[in-house]
């Protein structure tokens, strides 16, 4: 084969063949090389295989399986097998006692309990000195066990005629100190272990409660036995060094001083009078104290563990959360005081009071974190309070949209009446409307910081506005009062606003009190029409400060819509006819745009809303709404005429074309070409200036969109017209734009007037083919078909030349 290719390489140096001979000859090269190798690759495969049969080694003996490990650890398996032993031995001896106790004479049952309590007590310190301090721990429970047992044998047998209650409280109180010295005595003298004193912990959190329980101290007594409890937990937790311990000492706090606050809180809440809420305060200040004591400890300590983070970070935690604790129950306390000696409506600005009171801690020498918490409190004690007036300043906001249904049906009688439109009016109202007020007077005066001296001012300046917009009904002001406060409002805040260098809440005060008002202002004409024309002159004065123009300029165009369909209303016109005024504001819109660079997008948008108003009111009156369509056309082209808005002249064509439309329709005109002419004439007129401008451009760009708009309705037309008139008349247009595209070579008019030529031809004749249809034999259409196809198939070759000639003629043409 090498030698077939040498050969005719030979050939190929010493004869130089044509050009198509020789790429004949090497493909033919080419093709006998692949075959060969791929007959090589085949091969060399093939020995791959075998060398790799060959070389390969005996099978490697299967791996050991390595045994499972183990789950657990063998110090965990010992201690759940000494916890299952410990409890089961615990079950044994209660069924002993209190199934088996009666078989047992008195010295019988002496004897077995307590020499089975004392072995057990005592084997611990043994298991200590031997190391084995788990099995200690186990056998240690289970004498702790024992002796609750035998607390429970010794009321049965000895004092079986006592309270329950009190001997229960008794025999924790006993319980709870034998555990704590049965602990150090163990630590005298074999070592500590970690259970008996977090179970003496928890046995002591019962005694006081029973005893409360037992002497029918009521509520006032259980809640002063879970407060002591409580303190004397902290106390514990404070200064203890176990953590087990501090753990316990910490959750019990927690979980009696919540009990005992929760419970003085509702006795303060449902006093009667004076004296129980002033024993209910006392309860509630005892709580206090526990708390902010325990919160200054806790920050102490986190001082001195600064070393240790974890330990820090809990004290600091602690101590924030003591501290709020602690402010929010002084608070209930002096709160609950005042509640019960003032009226009821003054129950939240009593409590306000005492919450504002709780600022004094900045000036006492508390720690930090104290300091800080206490200040939280007064702040959620603040907010909560102007919760309480959310109400009434949601009625008073929102309750004049009431009057949308019921425009100038009569000034009301009060500013109150005003706003309860279909809302009820909040009781206490005065009272309620302090809260906001002295919340902002306290974010003025304490926010002395920088860092929070902007959020202060913010929020206090959104408490302000919510009183001036309440102040009026909650007064029950005259209704012109009502209209004269957020008037001076809005002008206020405009005024702020231009001179603020960040005037964005100033704003936001100004457009939603000026929402407000225009609400207010719709029961009288009157107030109406003055108030929407008084706020169309602030906004459109402030749009002369660059930085609001964003904002007040097209809110200005806005109420000045507004005040246009109040206007028209007024004087009886009908809605087509105030549709003419409402085009006005569009009208000023394209006037002031280019001027008011920083905000011509929302003017002009204002403005376009304005004009679909427009629209909207003219609707129903075609000829109106002709007029008004052509003005809007006119209005969109006067802005067209600026360089960054030549678009819009679109918008304008568009809008010219609808206003021809509904003009042609009012006057009942039938004729398609009377609706699409009129869209055909400027888009050609637009793609002729195209063409002028950019050579380029395609005939199916230019002037395909305006012929086709004319020429396919009014092929439409013509194919159910039973006269001569339209084909004839469609047919000489489309003959001369034809004629129009052969003169100037352009595919659009060529192709698109040919086409609705021939259409049209068809349409003439088609009467006639039916007739001559109708007289040939039925033979003859099929003959027809035959010999066209036959003529067809022996022209074919002729007739494709004829055919790419025709295309490379039209591919010429633009």
């Not at 206090?460 to 005259?478: C, E, G, R, S």
């Not at 957020?486 to 009190?513: E, K, N, W």
């Not at 300029?553 to 087509?576: D, E, F, I, K, N």
Request: proline share 7%.
């Amino acid at each position: 084969m090498s030698c077939d290719v040498t050969r005719t390489t030979l050939r190929v140096m010493t004869h130089v063949p044509p050009p198509a001979e020789e790429l004949r000859l090497l493909d033919a090269e080419l093709w006998q090389l692949d075959a060969r190798r791929l007959q090589l690759l085949k091969r060399r495969a093939w020995l791959v295989s075998t060398l790799q049969s060959a070389a390969r080694t005996p099978a490697e003996p299967p791996r050991p399986v390595e045994p499972s490990r183990p789950e657990a650890s063998a110090p965990r398996v010992q201690n759940m097998l000494l916890l299952f032993g410990g409890v089961l031995l615990t079950i044994a001896a209660m069924v002993f006692t209190l199934v088996s106790w009666g078989h047992l004479g008195i010295t019988g049952r002496a004897l077995v309990l307590g020499a089975l309590t004392l072995a057990v007590l005592t084997a611990p310190a043994a298991l200590l000195r031997r190391g084995l301090r788990s099995t200690a721990e186990s056998v240690a429970g289970l004498g702790l066990a024992l002796t609750a047992l035998d607390a429970y044998a010794l009321h049965e047998t000895a004092f079986a005629a006592a309270d329950g209650t009190a001997y229960a409280a008794s025999a924790t109180a006993a319980l709870a100190a034998a555990w704590t010295a049965y602990d150090r005595a163990l630590g005298a003298t074999s070592g500590r272990l970690h259970l008996p004193l977090p179970a003496a912990l928890a046995m002591a959190q019962l005694p006081l409660l029973l005893w409360a329980i037992a002497a029918d101290a009521g509520a006032h007594g259980i809640s002063a036995a879970l407060l002591l409890t409580a303190g004397f937990d902290t106390i514990v937790a404070l200064h203890s060094t176990a953590g087990s311990v501090r753990s316990v000492a910490a959750l019990g706090a927690y979980g009696t001083g919540a009990w005992g606050a929760l419970t003085a809180g509702w006795l303060t809440w449902d006093a009667a009078g004076p004296s129980a809420a002033a024993r209910a305060a006392a309860l509630l200040t005892l709580g206090a104290v526990i708390a902010v004591g325990a919160a200054w400890r806790w920050e102490r300590l986190a001082v001195r563990d600064t070393e240790t983070a974890p330990n820090a970070t809990a004290g600091s935690i602690a101590a924030g959360v003591d501290a709020v604790v602690g402010g929010l129950l002084l608070v209930a306390a002096a709160g609950g005081l005042l509640r019960a000696a003032l009226p009821g409506g003054w129950t939240v600005p009593g409590y306000l009071a005492c919450g504002v009171a709780l600022l004094a801690a900045l000036r006492t020498p508390l720690p930090t974190i104290a300091r800080r918490g206490l200040v939280q409190a007064s702040a959620g004690v603040q907010a909560v309070a102007v919760a309480c007036a959310l109400p009434l300043v949601g009625v008073a906001l929102l309750g004049p949209l009431g009057w949308t249904g019921r425009a100038w049906s009569g000034e009301p009688t009060d500013a109150r009446a005003a706003v309860t439109v279909d809302t009820p009016w909040p009781t206490h109202p005065a009272q309620l409307l302090l809260a906001p007020a002295v919340v902002a007077a306290v974010l003025l005066l304490l926010a002395r910081s920088e860092a929070w001296r902007r959020q202060a001012t913010a929020g206090a300046t959104v408490l302000i506005w919510a009183t001036v917009m309440t102040v009026a009904p909650t007064l029950q002001l005259p209704y012109p009062v009502a209209l004269l406060l957020p008037t001076l409002t809005t002008a206020a805040a405009l005024a702020a606003a231009a001179f603020l260098p960040r005037p964005l809440l100033a704003t936001a005060v100004a457009l939603a009190t000026s929402v407000v008002l225009a609400f207010l202002a719709l029961p009288s004409e009157a107030a109406t029409l003055t108030l929407l024309s008084v706020l169309t002159a602030l906004f459109a004065t402030a749009s002369l400060r660059p930085h609001l123009a964003p904002v007040s300029a097209p809110t200005a165009l806005v109420y000045g819509t507004a005040l246009a369909c109040a206007t028209g209303a007024a004087a009886g016109w009908s809605p087509r006819f105030t549709a003419l005024l409402v085009l006005t504001i569009p009208v000023t819109a394209a006037l002031l745009a280019p001027r008011l660079t920083h905000a011509r997008v929302p003017v002009e948008v204002a403005g376009a809303t304005a004009a679909l108003l427009a629209v909207g009111l003219a609707i129903t009156d075609p000829p109106m709404l002709a007029l008004v369509l052509a003005l809007c056309g006119v209005i969109a082209a006067a802005v067209a005429v600026r360089p960054d808005r030549r678009a819009v002249g679109y918008a304008a064509a568009a809008l010219f074309v609808l206003a021809a439309w509904v003009r042609l329709a009012a006057w009942d005109v039938g004729t398609p070409e009377a609706y699409t002419l009129p869209v055909t004439v400027p888009a050609l007129l637009v793609g002729a200036l195209r063409r002028h401008r950019a050579p380029r451009t395609s005939s199916w760009t230019a002037y395909a969109p305006g012929l086709t708009a004319t020429l396919l309705p009014s092929l439409a037309a013509a194919w159910d017209d039973p006269y001569w008139a339209r084909p004839l008349l469609l047919g000489t247009a489309a003959l001369l734009i034809t004629l129009l595209g052969v003169r100037h070579r352009l595919q659009a008019p060529l192709v698109l007037g040919g086409s609705v030529l021939i259409l049209d031809a068809l349409h003439e004749l088609a009467p006639y083919l039916v007739q001559l249809t109708g007289v040939l034999p039925r033979w003859v259409p099929p003959a027809l078909a035959g010999l066209v196809l036959l003529t067809l198939g022996a022209t074919y070759e002729r007739r494709i030349r004829e055919v790419r000639r025709v295309r490379e003629v039209l591919g010429g043409m633009d």
